[in-house]
């Protein structure tokens, strides 16, 4: 019976493993969460369909006009009675009308369809960047969250480190009672401060997720990033070429541009007149079937379409001070974004190489003289509150530095900081 037990309780150990195991986090790279979510995302989804649907509209754009043939009998004589013949004098006729499409309306047709599809592709693409922008600030402020946790977490050990001296040497009668209970209460500002981060991570994962519309749970998700600053940055004259060249919305404008220019040419390729082909055939009794042609060609009285080529002929230049306005935008957004980027590196650097290094060896000085007596409870309470304060303080910047970087790779159009 012993035996048996305890080869259940291996069992049993085995298959918690294996459950710990499938429960833990997946940590994904910022490379893994981008093509799940070029995978999973309903809005992109969206998008390719109506690039699908406009690829439909080409083929429809493109059809040729459908011929009609007409077929009639005439002269049928249902009361002739002797002798009952109803069609002896009946009189067959065929015939066949083809509509013939001039100044190339079809091809004007299918190229401002085409044009349509790459107008389609372009905003795509922009709906992509602005998602993408969202996406990476996401997976950010999970980064960011995770740091300003794990700082919290280490502040906290460490002020329960400081506690457990104080302790003792309230007991050995070094320090004061109250002194020591002020202590104690200081604490609540380092749990709140885990407390807090650990909520934002947890907003933080929420937001990653509805936007990869997956259902899985917090505690099984998890994000792998480098979590730092860099200070290779283009400089904005090159930022400019590269926005102009890579903008989707700037491409889009002037590919609508492009379609205008097209439509305005079928508009006035519809005002032509489309002239009617036709053959016929028909027999008239006694004599011998016979066969004719014709030629129906409208005749323009009025233009009828004089209204459609003023419309397309303003749209022309709606398009182009559209175009002129995206292009103004694009260099709004490098030079407002390559300002914020610079600002953020401006108050990083320092903080870097020598506010950080500064705080910890106050910190530790001032812990060390306190805890042999030689400083106040005060002057111990402000270096761990000015430690704790530019700690978070420099973690808060990186991520605005980072958030600044995603905001200058949207407004170029691709990644130029990785």
Known sequence: MYRFFRQLLVVLAVIGCFTMCATAQTAFTWQQIREKFGTSNPTLHAGQIGIEESHAMETSAYLRP???VNFSLDQIDPFTTH???????ALPYVSFDYLHERQHKRELRLESAQKGTSVAISQQE????TLLFNLHNAFVQILQAKAVLAVAGENLKYYDNVLAISKQRQESGDLAKVDL????LQRVQFEADVQTADVNLRTAKIQL??????????????VTGVFDFTDQVPSLEELRKTAVASRPDLKAALES???????????????????????DYARNPPLAGYFGVSVSIP?????RNQGEKARTDLDIHRNERLRQAAEAQVFSDVDSAYATLNSNLILLRPYKAQYLQQATEVREIISFAYRRGAASLLDFLQAQNDYRALQVNYLNLIGTYLAAANQLNMAVGRDVIQ
């Open 66 to 68: 459908n011929p009609d």
């Open 83 to 89: 002798p009952y013949r109803p069609l002896g004098l």
């Open 126 to 129: 922009d709906l992509a960047r």
């Open 181 to 184: 209970y002020r202590l104690q």
């Open 209 to 222: 997720l509805t936007l990869l519309n997956d259902r899985t749970p917090i505690e099984r998700f998890d």
């Open 257 to 279: 541009v492009d379609k205008a220019r097209t439509d305005y040419k079928l508009a006035v390729a519809n005002g032509s007149t489309d002239p009617t082909f036709g053959v």
């Open 299 to 303: 005749l323009r009285v009025f233009d």
